[in-house]
């Protein structure tokens, strides 16, 4: 089976434009979820997808906004970029919405914000 | 609300030395326990889990570990490290009725020849 995988790999953009990371989670998974990991505050929950609906989200602010489609691929999308929004993001998916259910992640995908 | 604590930034050891890693956390309901290793320019992978039963868990690539209720700890170790086990090394724990995971900040495994 193919593991997570997410694109693009490397992105480089400027303080106020917007962004959209994707990932395509294991075949068969259903739940998808997002961190962020920074030098600073390490690795961070952002949102959960199971279903295309959004069943759990950390505390992050409003400009960091997601989707599931039907096919269970996600795309997580940060508005008006800041500086301090450069970070490694990283996808995770598992086969159901469950506490003892094993998260795979992906290779993630490196922001970098001029 | 749950926390995760590793203790060292960064451990560094002699190549065929053994190794512990040490993990505590606090949460005043039933949790679940991981260990996943980052490779430089990779995602996590995962090392192994603790969900119920036996407190002694073995995961890939020879490590292990314990967890113990009382002491809230979840130490990884191995007996003998390889050059190959260079890596960051991440605790997490999650808790009944959510999926996310709540990581510590990482350890940082140097593995000396």
């Known amino acids: 089976k193919a593991g997570v995988t997410q694109t693009p790999r490397y992105l480089i953009k400027t303080r106020g434009q917007q962004v959209t990371l994707s990932c395509s989670p294991i075949?068969?998974?259903?739940?998808v979820s997002w961190y962020q990991q920074t030098p600073g505050q390490g690795l961070q929950f952002l949102f959960e997808?199971?279903?295309?609906?959004?069943?759990n989200k950390g505390n992050f602010p409003g400009r960091f906004s997601g989707r599931q489609f039907s096919n269970s691929r996600s795309e997580m999308n940060v508005s008006t970029l800041e500086l301090g929004d450069s970070a490694l993001y990283l996808c995770?998916?598992?086969?159901?919405?469950?506490?003892?259910?094993?998260?795979?992640f992906g290779p993630g995908t490196r922001l970098t914000v001029l | 609300a749950q926390s995760v604590t590793q203790l060292d930034s960064q451990v560094p050891v002699f190549e065929e030395a053994p190794v512990e890693l040490r993990c505590n956390y606090s949460?005043?309901?039933?949790?679940?326990l991981f260990w996943y290793v980052q490779y430089p320019n990779q995602g996590l992978q995962l090392l192994l889990k603790?969900?119920?039963?036996?407190?002694l868990v073995k995961g890939i690539n020879g490590f292990e570990a314990e967890f113990n209720k009382s002491q809230t700890s979840f130490h990884l170790r191995k007996p003998s490290v390889h050059i190959s086990d260079t890596a960051e090394y991440f605790c997490?724990?999650?808790?009944?009725?959510?999926?996310?995971?709540?990581f510590g900040t990482g350890t940082r495994l140097t593995v000396i020849p």
């Open positions: 995770a998916s598992s086969f159901l919405q469950g506490s003892t259910d094993t998260q795979y």
């Open positions: 075949s068969g998974h259903r739940s």
């Open positions: 997808y199971f279903s295309e609906t959004q069943r």
């Open positions: 603790y969900l119920s039963g036996s407190t």
């Open positions: 997490a724990v999650r808790t009944g009725g959510a999926n996310n995971l709540f």
């Open positions: 949460s005043s309901v039933s949790v679940y």
